[in-house]
């Protein structure tokens, strides 16, 4: 059974920083590509960053030069580490993953081609 589980968000004063972790549990995480996407309630899911089975990464264009994504294939681990976070950053963050390759060689930022989703970790930057 895929399973993923969301760690590290908070509560943090803009400016301040946070390292999501995302942990894969029950299937070859190394072959997948992952995202990143947040939610705020009554807002549309946003997608925040892909890393693809090649490392590849793909970043929301508002959010580039903040946010890094990054994952430990050793560990089955993906990360998002995020800096210079602004009060517009507080949301419930989400990690998903896919296997297929249509979506992992795309790069898509759209949450809703990823099949396996955690449960998601709140972040609250206060200013």
């Known amino acids: 059974q895929v399973q993923l589980v969301e760690s590290g968000g908070g509560s943090v004063q803009a400016g301040g920083s946070l390292r999501l972790s995302c942990a894969v549990f029950?299937?070859?995480?190394?072959?997948?590509?992952m995202i990143w996407f947040r939610q705020v309630p009554g807002k549309e899911r946003e997608g925040v960053a892909t890393?693809?089975?090649?490392?590849?990464?793909r970043f929301a264009d508002s959010l580039k030069g903040r946010f890094t994504i990054s994952k430990d294939n050793a560990k089955n681990t993906l990360y998002l580490q995020m800096n210079s976070l602004k009060p517009e950053d507080t949301a419930m963050y989400y990690c998903a993953a896919e296997t297929r390759l249509s979506v992992c060689n795309s790069g898509s930022l759209d949450p809703d081609e990823y099949r396996y989703w955690g449960q998601g970790t709140q972040v609250t930057v206060s200013s």
């Open positions: 029950g299937y070859a995480y190394s072959d997948s590509c």
């Open positions: 890393v693809n089975q090649y490392s590849i990464t």
